[in-house]
């Protein structure tokens, strides 16, 4: 059993689902077999997140680069991300969540782009929970999409380069609105973030587990907020030390 503070949880939550392919194969099925299974994880994960209390829960469904993979999985994911918004749309409003999405949404198919829309405004008001999807979502990509518009300021005379500051970056990044997660999870075994809210992870504890997506339960969630509950985040800073005590507990970060 695994043992979680209630007092010190994650605020935000972010997960690359990795492995719904590994996990198809090795039962001899088709790729899109372990998407559809990736989905029904995706709908417990959400339900195991609200009632342990995590405030913002962001899951990578569809990266920029993933537009590459062949159209039938594309295709497939399309389909799930639909009949996810729809069959999850009660849920998602009874409890209290609001749905959003990050990345270029532009690009998904109309009958995804609608279900989304819906959605995301029905919910907007809730409070409880917010559960974001990142779709057709690149970080590199809108830190690149950042630095066109400052590029634009610039050049009109409205701002000078020495005024560019990590903060005039953060209005213009769409992710850094979602706030930056405290934890990030990648299950299926690979030891990189692939793209994934570059500029808010900066500090994010990470989290890799070989469990591939479609097997991942709540026991494996309650694991990853525990090994982040063991970790010490100092933001850069150095552990506050009592005066004249090296045996202090840690405590609060404080600058030097
Ligand atoms: C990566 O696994 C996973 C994806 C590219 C898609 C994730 C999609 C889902 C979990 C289901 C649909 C989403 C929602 C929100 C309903 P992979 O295919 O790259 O796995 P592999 O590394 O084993 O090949």
Redesign the pocket.
Same mark, same amino acid.
């Given at each position: 059993m695994t043992l979680i503070d209630a007092r010190n949880l994650p605020r935000h939550v972010g997960i690359v689902?990795? !492995?719904? !392919? =590994?996990?198809a194969e090795l039962r001899g099925r088709p =790729?899109t077999a !372990?998407?559809r299974a !990736?989905?029904h994880?995706?709908r417990r994960i959400v339900r195991v997140a609200r009632r342990l209390g995590i405030e913002q829960l962001t %899951?990578y469904?569809?990266s920029e680069q993933?537009w590459g993979r062949p159209d039938d999985e594309v295709d497939a994911?399309m389909l799930? %991300?639909q009949e996810?918004l729809v069959s999850e749309r009660d849920e998602i409003l009874d409890n209290g969540i609001h749905l959003r999405a990050v990345g270029n949404t532009r690009k998904l198919p109309v009958y995804v782009r609608e279900a989304l829309d819906e959605l995301s405004a029905r919910s907007a008001a809730n409070h409880r929970m917010v559960l974001s %999807?990142a779709l057709s979502y690149g970080g590199r990509e809108e830190i690149a999409e950042a630095a066109r518009a400052l590029a634009t300021q610039v050049r009109d005379g409205t701002l000078r380069p020495e005024d560019i500051t990590e903060a005039s970056f953060r209005p213009l990044i769409p992710s850094v609105s979602l706030g930056d997660p405290d934890l990030l999870i990648r299950t299926?075994g690979e030891l990189r973030i692939s793209n994934f809210l570059l500029w808010g992870a900066a500090y994010a504890e990470l989290h890799f587990t070989r469990c591939?997506?479609p097997d991942f339960t709540a026991d494996d969630l309650y694991e990853a907020v525990a090994s982040y509950q063991g970790r010490q985040r100092r933001f850069g800073l150095v552990p506050f030390v009592r005066p004249f005590s090296r045996l202090a507990e840690p405590a609060e970060p404080t600058a030097i």
């Open positions: 689902m990795d !492995g719904n !392919g =590994r996990w =790729r !372990g998407h !990736g989905s994880a995706v %899951l469904a569809f993933n994911l799930l %991300l996810f %999807l299926g591939l997506w």
